[in-house]
């Protein structure tokens, strides 16, 4: 395979999973007054890492999963919950089958969403599910 060939896209640590890693960087990177671009830059990373992962799931759900969550806290991060949320929700749908520190990762980010929306039982639920899972490994 030469250097740049179309299958770079596919291969871990390609130019393709590069460009989505360097989406999340500068949108965690963006000044907390810079919502539109953080937000788009994470939405960009969330688009081209669902085109990954609609062609190789099992390798590139993680990298979804991660981009989700990060869009999620950064949306968290700037009041907005009810943004958040549906986010998360996917982010614990695809880690479910992955399990691991994927899952508690995620658990924990659906929780703070949950709590930011009030719904505290729910989040309570949910940490002590993350919790369960990080004390079990």
Do not use: F, N
């Not at 179309?6 to 965690?28: W, Y």
């Not at 919502?35 to 994470?42: E, F, Q, R, T, Y």
């Not at 190789?56 to 981009?67: F, K, N, Q, V």
Request: proline fraction near 5%; hydrophobic fraction near 45%; include cysteine.
């Amino acid at each position: 395979m030469t250097p740049h060939s179309p299958d770079d896209a596919t291969r871990d640590g390609g130019p393709a999973v590069s460009a989505v890693e360097g989406l999340l960087a500068l949108a965690r990177s963006r000044p907390r007054w810079a919502v539109s671009a953080a937000l788009g830059d994470a939405s960009e990373a969330i688009a081209r890492s669902r085109a990954l992962a609609g062609r190789s799931p099992g390798r590139y759900t993680p990298l979804l999963a991660r981009c989700l969550r990060t869009t999620a806290e950064l949306q968290l991060e700037r009041g907005r919950g009810l943004e958040a949320l549906p986010l998360a929700q996917e982010a614990v749908a695809l880690t479910r089958a992955l399990g691991g520190g994927d899952l508690v990762v995620s658990l924990i980010c659906l929780a703070r969403a949950q709590e930011a929306v009030r719904r505290y039982g729910e989040a309570a639920a949910t940490y002590a599910e993350a919790e369960k899972l990080a004390t079990a490994d």
